[in-house]
């Protein structure tokens, strides 16, 4: 979703180079250094305003976070919360997320979460959409052999698509949920801005979890 | 679903064994011969009452079937509908869908259905559901390396649990629909009685067809 452009946001994100990396090539490796503790990185590719990692970050102290988002005026909106709240666990990247590999290093990250991604419906879009294999090889790249990779969706044909794509790159199905609201990880689930509006609609969401083999 | 006990179901069985075969234990890699053509043998592993299995006879006559059942008083009710229809490409076989190594030489079938299966939702009874590990190195055994596995069910829990066992099989998915009846494969899908009755009450119906690496 794109947003309205947001004249204050460069002059925002200029102001705090402590909470936010711009497109960064030297932080591969170093990003413990960014937090205050040491710990687990976790990050979401494709944060839209935030909800979702902020209140992560909040739900679990002993994991950092990493907000990984391609739209200026979205993670502006992260980091006007982020410049309140100042989680010390919370870092924010404003990138894109085809050039992961650039910015975290092998290993570097414990987890990856994919949250109501663009569905790119046209075939000839497929490339864009964050579960197509050129995708999966970077999250691989980057993430622990013990990360997981979660996704969530309210689109079937993205769904019914990423099944397929994480299949045949021969990832593992640890959880897989055609009706998350009304399963038994409901209770755990942090909902991003979208997800609340539309389940409310009565929209299914989907939701999976998957390893690297 | 069981069905209530028919009387009248094993004289006819009886009285058709060019029709019917009760575990039969010298028909392995001789079915071609009960067939009135040589052509791909397409299985169904828990027919019921057949009204799939019947059609997809009649819809694809360069192709010959087998209805498999467990029920004698579920695979009679095909009977009597055979013994009216005598389709030259329609064979039954009562018998354990567990047993099929024991019914199909190596490579005698060309294509496995499995239509609204028993979910069987408790976790201890997770063996009997057809799309568990040991049933599914049944299919592969008895598969053409080039056949597949169609499988269509209204149960969520069942349809979760099957992709992640074929995927932890090694299976590959060829497609995937989470709403069948509003996909493109609406058109031709033939329904199972159970089908036609859920899917009028806005039941939706999940898909997938798979095959072996």
New interface residues.
Partial sequence: MRLRNKPWAADLIAENPDMILVSPENIASNWQSRFAKEQPIYIEVGSGKGQFITQMAQKYPDRNFIAVEIQESAIAVILQKQVELKLPNLQLLLGNGAALTTFFAENEVAGVYLNFSDPWPKTRHEKRRLTYKSFLAEYQQIMQPTGYLRFKTDN?GL??YS??SL??YGM????????LHNSDLAEDNIQTEYEEKFSKRGQVI?RLEAHYK
Same sequence: chains 1, 2.
Avoid at 172 to 179: A, E
């Fill in positions: 079937q769904f019914e099944l397929a299949n045949a593992v199905f640890d959880d897989i949920s055609l009706d989907y």
